[in-house]
């Protein structure tokens, strides 16, 4: 079985996405940057700030999600057009929830690596446990990069 080469391989995707390249960047860009402007609006409360924000960041989900699917939809032979985001708004409480439980798992894998740099960085505070502090701290290194390849 012979492997293709990652050069034609993206070659091969950017010469089938050609066509669709001004919907999908329009359509990722007014997205973003509708994300942004309500953020910014949501943040200046201050106390349901941050829940509003991850809220109004969810929901924005529902489109760019519709987005995604209409590009693989594309690679399937079904045209890109709007109906491909609309088709996505029943389905808003799945994409939400989705959502929820990817930031869960982001914050839970950085909370296992920041907790050995905390602890470390106290320990070295002390000259007894100066030595131990720094073992923890590069085991907290050495989980990021963990973290990082399993990001890759």
Same mark, same amino acid.
């Given at each position: 079985?012979?492997?293709?080469?990652?050069?034609? /391989? $993206?070659? $091969?995707?950017?010469?089938?996405?050609?066509?669709?390249?001004?919907?999908?960047?329009? #359509?990722?860009?007014?997205?973003?940057?509708a994300s942004y402007v309500l953020n910014q609006v949501v943040g200046v409360i201050p106390v349901l700030g941050?829940?509003? =924000?991850?809220?109004?960041?969810?929901?924005?989900?529902?489109?760019?999600?519709? /987005?995604?699917?209409?590009?693989? #939809?594309?690679? $399937? #032979?079904?045209? /890109?057009?709007?109906?491909?985001?609309?088709?996505?708004?029943?389905?808003?409480?799945?994409?939400?929830?989705?959502? /929820?439980?990817?930031?869960?798992?982001?914050? =839970?894998?950085?909370?296992?690596?920041?907790?050995?740099?905390?602890?470390?960085?106290?320990?070295?505070?002390?000259?007894?446990? =100066?030595?131990?502090?720094?073992?923890?701290?590069?085991?907290?290194?050495?989980?990021?990069?963990?973290?990082?390849?399993?990001?890759?």
């Amino acid at each position: 079985m012979k492997i293709t080469p990652a050069a034609i /391989l $993206r070659a $091969r995707a950017l010469d089938a996405l050609k066509e669709t390249w001004p919907i999908t960047l329009a #359509g990722s860009a007014l997205i973003n940057l509708a994300s942004y402007v309500l953020n910014q609006v949501v943040g200046v409360i201050p106390v349901l700030g941050a829940f509003l =924000g991850f809220l109004v960041t969810a929901l924005l989900m529902v489109p760019m999600m519709g /987005l995604t699917k209409g590009v693989l #939809g594309y690679y $399937r #032979g079904k045209p /890109l057009t709007l109906d491909s985001m609309k088709a996505m708004f029943p389905h808003w409480q799945k994409v939400c929830l989705l959502y /929820l439980w990817e930031m869960l798992y982001m914050m =839970g894998w950085i909370a296992l690596v920041m907790l050995p740099m905390l602890i470390g960085s106290v320990m070295m505070a002390s000259e007894t446990m =100066g030595t131990l502090g720094i073992l923890l701290m590069l085991a907290g290194l050495v989980l990021m990069l963990v973290l990082a390849f399993r990001a890759a």
